[in-house]
């Protein structure tokens, strides 16, 4: 049973476009909320993570909005380059364990 | 070390053998975790320590998987009798201690192939 679930699957978007990476929760006791990014035959990497008490957090290009009523939130990426171009993975952490989303293909293209 | 350190990166077995996947955290981390992660999919829970001890090992898929960890620090991962669906990278990561905010910190992984 996933607890956190992702979406879309993959996506792909042109240069300078903002793809936007959607997850969900059902477990409340959930208090910590990381992005994390992988590139092919390299481990995951934390890009950016929340918590429930704020609403959005920017840090460089990428930003997370999250909206804790509706146990949502969600990864955009400005001004997207091709360097950008990886897997993405939500997750969300209570006490020791972390839950992974499915992950999401970003293609970025020239 | 710099990161979190695993070996082998990359194995080839052959069905039924045994197989030990090591992991080595960073250093000071008390917190030791074991991913599975297949061929374009999500990232699968297996077991966390913290210090020796192994109190979540709801994630391991069958008893011909088994973990240990020694002097809190090195973590061997070991299947058993190894079947193709085995196939998959195994990811270990670490952190510094419990608790929700502490960064969690992937090696690279160890890709393992049963043919």
């Known amino acids: 049973q996933q607890q956190v679930k992702q979406s879309p699957q993959s996506l792909i978007v042109q240069k300078g476009g903002i793809p936007i990476i959607n997850c969900a929760y059902e477990n409340t006791a959930f208090d910590y909320f990381p992005w994390y990014q992988q590139f092919p035959g390299k481990g995951p990497a934390l890009l950016i993570a929340?918590?429930?008490?704020?609403s959005e957090k920017k840090e460089g290009r990428f930003t997370i909005s999250f909206n804790k009523s509706a146990k949502q939130f969600s990864l955009h990426i400005m001004d997207s380059q091709p360097g950008d171009s990886a897997t993405y993975f939500c997750?969300?952490?209570?006490?020791?364990?972390?839950?992974f989303g499915a992950g999401t293909t970003v293609t970025v293209r020239a | 070390g710099a990161g979190v350190s695993q070996s082998p990166s990359n194995k080839v077995t052959e069905k039924g053998k045994d197989v030990e996947l090591r992991c080595d955290p960073i250093?000071?981390?008390?917190?030791l975790y074991w991913y599975r992660q297949s061929l374009g999919q999500g990232l699968e829970f297996l077991i966390y320590?913290?210090?020796?001890?192994?109190?979540?090992k709801s994630g391991l898929p069958s008893d011909r998987f088994s973990a240990e960890r020694t002097g809190g620090s090195v973590s061997t991962l070991t299947i058993q009798r190894t079947q193709q669906e085995d196939s998959a990278v195994y990811l270990c990561?670490?952190?510094?201690?419990?608790?929700?905010?502490?960064?969690?910190?992937f090696g690279e992984g160890s890709w393992l192939t049963v043919v």
């Open positions: 990561a670490s952190r510094p201690s419990r608790g929700a905010g502490n960064t969690i910190y």
């Open positions: 929340i918590r429930p008490d704020v």
């Open positions: 997750a969300a952490s209570s006490d020791y364990k972390l839950s």
């Open positions: 250093s000071g981390h008390t917190a």
């Open positions: 320590f913290q210090g020796n001890s192994a109190p979540d």
